[in-house]
């Protein structure tokens, strides 16, 4: 248990003196990691940092956006954003597989990573939002089992081609303690206490092959979910809550004509530590709004459906 800003003003006393007057990459998902990670490095090292953001198209409404507001505008972080949704699709054309996508995801984002980060030519560390748990998770600890149900894929792991030491200033400090630092370093509070987001994204989110036409409806179903969800403070009483987009059309009648259209599963749940989860109670009437303008405000899906199982036996995301 740290006295976060005491903690702060070590950490970056800690990163300057190791990594001198070199030059650092760090890849920046948007998650609270990552995030952390760079607003703490930069804090220490300022211009010597770099961020590659890999924009993958399978972020959440506005998300790309959001990530460069925060650091590139207001923190004055270097941030270099690939704009790789194509690329990824074409990867992930025709695949239906989820651990092939998630396979695919995965290798695309440690390619284009790869490929950028080369071009920082005097780059001599790779920074990581390494935490405690992961830490812990690799050297063989109890989430172990975990991994061999779904292989997850983030941003750490990279392959070791660049040939770059690793800074992981964030690897003593559990979640919520790199939730403190990170409102200790200014960062905003929806983004420190964010929901976890899946490091394929909306491409385990997406049933089946993942098309540019589901992704962008989901999208837009996914952020009328959470928009009502903080309207409503159902938000922070859930652990994670999300759509999914399921390609399977269904009849219904709009106005006096007869849709044809597909259809959303909407998921929340309260969890400890993700290995088992409940689904969360939401209420009826705030589930009634939500589905009511999913279908009114997304032309293209004209049914909501609420997933009613826990984990075990369902698992949280649906791939
Ligand atoms: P499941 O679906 O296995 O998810 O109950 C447990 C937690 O892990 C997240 N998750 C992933 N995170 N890459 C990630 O970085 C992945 O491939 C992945 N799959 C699941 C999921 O969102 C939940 O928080």
Known sequence: DWNMPDYMEESIGRIRSEVGRDEVILGLSGGVDSSVAAALIHRAIGKQLTCVFVDNGLLRLGEAQQVMDTFSRNLGVKVIHIDAGKAFLDQLQGVADPETKRRIIGREFIEIFQREAAKIANARWLAQGTIYPDVIESAGGKTKKAQTIKSHHNVGGLPDTLHLKLLEPLRELFKDEVRELGLALGLPHDMVFRHPFPGPGLGV?????????????????????????????????????????????SVGVMGDGRTYDYVVALRAVHTEDFMTAHWAELPYTLLAKISNRIVNEVRGINRVVYDISGKPPATIEWE
């Open 205 to 249: 989110r997406i049933l089946g092959e993942v098309r540019h036409e589901y992704a962008e409806l989901l999208r837009r179903a996914d952020a009328i979910f959470t928009e009502e969800l903080r309207i409503s403070g159902w938000y922070e009483k859930t652990s994670q809550a999300f759509a999914v987009f399921l390609p399977v059309k």
